[in-house]
């Protein structure tokens, strides 16, 4: 269980955020719910994870700007009193050809997967280790490995992201606090019209013979924050059927 544990998790309003949100709270984690502009869905998750008798807040911030992120993580420390578990789902997706991207999207991308964990990463860390320990997670993603068109920054943002959470592993160690990676194969979530068709390499020939599912996912991170993790880090886990082997 997860019981007197705080727990932060960026985008978490819909799709793989939310999920983790709620099994995380369902597992006894107060949960600070995290996105950038939809408060509504925000305060739904809140609600649902109220109504099942746990504890939230809804949390409105860009992860890519410092000030914001500094601010959400006060209110978190001031409401729960302090975070044991981040984990950094918020995450843009995008399809553009690299011979027609601009420098600006790029960069959009990566401040938000990229910049945005680590901002998160600097700013709970200091909490983590005045509580004896905590658990980072960064989702990644399979494509990422696989190597799909129109996605070069997307693909750069989490292979980044996975070299954060290995170096970060190593550093962190000595106060007790596991990084590691969590990547998603083609899960069925709704995507929004920015994301475009789900890339053909995570469609065909599952071996599992399904999609996975967002409950999946969170399975796996609760496993990685809670007690049975604690010997796991500096890894990147898939959770994609079979479609990508390590």
């Keep these: 269980m997860l019981t007197g544990k705080v727990a932060l998790v960026s985008g978490a309003g819909k799709n793989i955020g939310r999920a983790i949100a709620l099994r995380l709270a369902a597992d006894g984690a107060a949960v600070v719910v995290n996105g950038r502009s939809d408060a509504a869905a925000l305060e739904a998750v809140v609600g649902e994870i109220s109504a099942a008798g746990g504890s939230a807040m809804a949390a409105l911030a860009d992860v890519s700007q410092p000030e914001a992120v500094a601010a959400m993580v006060t209110a978190a420390e001031a409401r729960f009193g302090g975070v044991d578990i981040l984990v950094s789902n918020a995450g843009l997706r995008r399809q553009t050809p690299f011979l027609q991207m601009e420098l600006a999207e790029w960069r959009e991308i990566l401040s938000v997967a990229l910049d945005g964990a680590f901002l998160l990463a600097r700013a709970v860390a200091p909490l983590m280790v005045a509580r004896g320990g905590g658990a980072i997670v960064g989702m990644s993603g399979v494509s990422t490995h696989l190597g799909v068109p129109n996605r070069c920054h997307v693909s750069s943002s989490k292979a980044g992201l996975e070299g954060l ?82």
């Design 165 to 246: 959470m290995r170096a970060l592993a190593i550093e962190l160690a000595p106060h007790r606090i596991t990084c590691n990676c969590v990547a998603p194969g083609s899960i069925d979530t709704a995507r929004g019209a920015a994301a475009g068709v789900r890339p053909g390499k995570l469609e065909g020939g599952i071996p599992l013979g399904r999609r996975g599912s967002v409950e999946d996912i969170a399975a796996t991170v609760r496993h990685l924050v809670g007690p049975e993790g604690a010997y796991i880090t500096g890894q990147t886990i898939h959770v994609n059927g079979g479609v990508f082997l390590t």
